[in-house]
């Protein structure tokens, strides 16, 4: 029930609901109007932006798991991407899988090898961590680029575009199709933490020596949360193949890792809507700056010579302003927005 | 057996501004629990103040050296002050992500000002070359080998001799117990970020005076990992020992097997030493058992 005073639960089958109020079902609505509309609303270009933030969605929402929730810091999400592009291309191209199989097999794949890479997690924690999964990414970027049979020596994996797309309606028939395999991502990262999994996740990223007490299974928690993270991060990697139609090792790089977490930070560790807010805050962020810079550029020619240049100090600019401002990153201003609102003409 | 020693001196010279880079990162980790992600982009801040007083105000090299590490402090305080300060006690992502965000400005800086084409700036070491035991050896690499150690020596000395060495080793043993003993842990974070900088500053000019001033030098940032994972994260003899032995494998292993190869092989040994003994040579060792 939910009053001026918060929401007050009286089940736990009410608690457990990931909508409680009438305000929260109504949002829920306008968002979907929002994203059905959208397409018919935005050019191509814009679309196309709208597509990759669909894809980036679901590689953050893998990463906040595994960071936000979990704690376990990692700096390997592009060479986790790369293995799911590249093994979802591989299989597609050469072994002739039908795509949505390619998919499937590659979110295995990832998930595997993303626990592999976690195992050094039960030894290690914070910036060894940290540290140990900067190794990875680059032991992943060194397999991929050197290991010639995986692109059999071009240095790169042209995809076939899936045989019902029309060039002229690209953006719009790739947005049909991400649209509901992103809202199926988001729908499940925010379910796992319902079951008792995802409490002990959570369960480990506040105290582990409690969790281990209270009778969590850290190391199966800790591996679980990589396969898990990695499994969505693979799903971002395969879509990324298809969608761009070529595999490079160029897209993969530890500068990636750096702009998911960045994403995660930005957005609100430790939340899936706020996985969601940050991904499109950061893809957005460029382009806009674009927009920007080109309007701007007519009058002042230094920003158009700049804008690379200026692009990146702003990038690492909004993660320091946000650290140093709102640690818990737009969600949290989200939430403070919805109270004041609530609470208005009151100030608590 | 030339080539053996021509490889051992190049990987020395490599080994020697590693240490110096991870000697900076170091210090920053022991007195504040802070990992540096920045530490590439100091070093390529520093090679930039370093060319910009040296080339483009035209000073003699000595005065231009000065101007440099006077840029360097003011960039370690400036840094600790206003972006690392207000981050005490935050968790380690946090911590992290502040550094690899400024990591992004610092390279972005360099690039508004000098743009990413490579600078040409006149050699400061001599550039000759001398025979030994049938091998042509650069006197430029010999130098470098011979001014890190000048550098890493003078700071040792520092830490075991001067006032403020002991208050940093005080500070990095047990904040508390210094704060307690009147040792002002603000200054000391400030000054460890100032020498750290500096530290830097004189492994980018030595990267740079080797090869170019471009932004190619920032990436030496990364290869710090496994040095002072190898050496041990809180170890300042670590870090030279940690150094050279990254050096010296990276050219091993470029000249007698592959080059691409020696891009990854000292990731390979931090994993290696992260499985086997995570604290590293001579990291402390810090036992909490999960």
Do not use: C
Not at chain 1, 243 to 259: C, P
Not at chain 2, 72 to 78: D, E, M, Q, S
Not at chain 2, 174 to 187: E, F, H, K, N, P
Request: charged share 15%.
């Amino acid at each position: 029930m939910a009053t001026a005073t918060g929401i007050h639960h009286r089940t736990y089958r009410a608690e457990l609901r990931l909508r409680h109020t009438k305000a929260e079902w109504f949002r829920l609505a306008l968002v979907i109007v929002l994203l059905l509309v959208v397409p018919y609303a935005l050019n191509t270009y814009w679309l196309g932006i709208a597509n990759s933030i669909l894809i980036a969605v679901v590689g953050a929402v893998g990463l906040n798991i595994l960071v936000g929730f979990t704690g376990q810091i990692s700096l390997g999400q592009g060479g986790f991407l790369a293995v799911g592009a590249y093994t979802s291309a591989i299989l597609s191209t050469r072994l002739g899988l039908p795509v949505p199989l390619a998919i499937i097999v590659a979110i295995l794949v990832t998930a595997a090898i993303g626990a592999l890479f976690g195992l050094p997690a039960l030894r290690l924690k914070g910036l060894y961590l940290a540290i140990a999964t900067l190794a990875s990414q680059e032991i992943i970027m060194f397999v991929v680029r050197r290991w010639g049979f995986l692109t059999e020596d071009k240095g790169y994996i042209e995809v076939p575009r899936l045989p019902f797309i029309e060039r002229e309606t690209f953006e719009l028939q790739w947005y049909w199709i991400l649209l509901p395999i992103t809202f199926v991502a988001v729908l499940m990262a925010r379910n796992v933490f319902r079951t008792s999994l995802g409490r002990s996740f959570m369960a480990v990223r506040d105290q582990d020596i409690a969790a281990e007490a209270i009778g969590v299974n850290i190391t199966r928690a800790k591996v679980t949360a990589f396969a898990l993270s990695s499994g969505f991060v693979g799903l971002s990697g395969a879509l990324s193949a298809y969608y761009t139609e070529t595999v490079t090792w160029e897209r993969f790089t530890l500068d990636v890792s750096v702009l998911y977490l960045a994403m995660i930070i930005v957005g609100g560790l430790g939340s899936i809507a706020g996985s969601v807010y940050g991904a499109i805050f950061m893809m957005l962020l460029p382009a806009l700056l674009t927009e920007v810079g080109q309007k701007a550029g007519d009058s002042i020619p230094f920003i158009t010579d700049q804008l690379p240049a200026i692009k990146n100090a702003i990038f690492g600019i909004a993660i320091i302003t946000f650290l140093l401002i709102e640690p818990r990153g737009l969600d949290r201003i989200w939430t403070r927005m919805k109270d004041y609102v609530r609470f208005w003409p009151f100030r608590y | 057996m030339s080539n053996f020693l021509l490889l051992t001196v190049y990987g020395l010279a490599d080994g020697a501004i590693l240490a110096l880079a991870a000697l900076g990162f170091v210090l920053i980790y022991k007195a504040t629990r802070v990992i540096n992600f920045a530490q590439g982009e100091f070093l390529l801040f520093g090679a930039y103040m370093f060319y910009t007083a040296f080339v483009v105000m035209r000073l003699p090299w000595i005065l231009a050296s000065v101007v440099g590490v006077i840029g360097a402090i003011i960039l370690g305080v400036l840094v600790e002050r206003f972006v690392l300060r207000p981050l005490v006690g935050e968790s380690a992502i946090s911590v992290i992500m502040v550094t690899i965000g400024l990591s992004s400005v610092l390279k972005a800086l360099v690039q508004m000002f000098f743009g990413t084409s490579v600078r040409e700036q006149p050699k400061i070491l001599p550039t000759g070359s001398i025979e030994f035991l049938g091998a042509t050896m650069p006197v430029n690499r010999l130098l470098v080998i011979l001014i890190a150690a000048v550098v890493l020596a003078a700071f040792t000395i520092f830490f075991r001799r001067s006032r403020h060495g002991i208050a940093m080793r005080a500070v990095a043993d047990d904040q508390q117990a210094a704060l307690t003993m009147g040792i002002s842990v603000r200054q000391i974070f400030a000054l460890a970020w100032a020498l750290a900088a500096v530290s830097a500053l004189v492994a980018g000019v030595l990267l740079a005076d080797l090869s170019a001033v471009e932004q190619n030098i920032a990436s030496f940032g990364l290869i710090v990992f496994p040095v002072v994972i190898l050496g041990g994260l809180d170890s300042i003899p670590g870090t030279i020992v940690g150094g050279l032995t990254i050096g010296l494998l990276k050219q091993y292993v470029s000249g007698y097997a592959d080059p691409g190869l020696a891009e990854v092989i000292p990731y390979v040994v931090l994993v290696a030493i992260l499985m086997v003994r995570p604290y590293g040579i001579f990291g402390e060792t810090r036992i909490e058992r999960v």
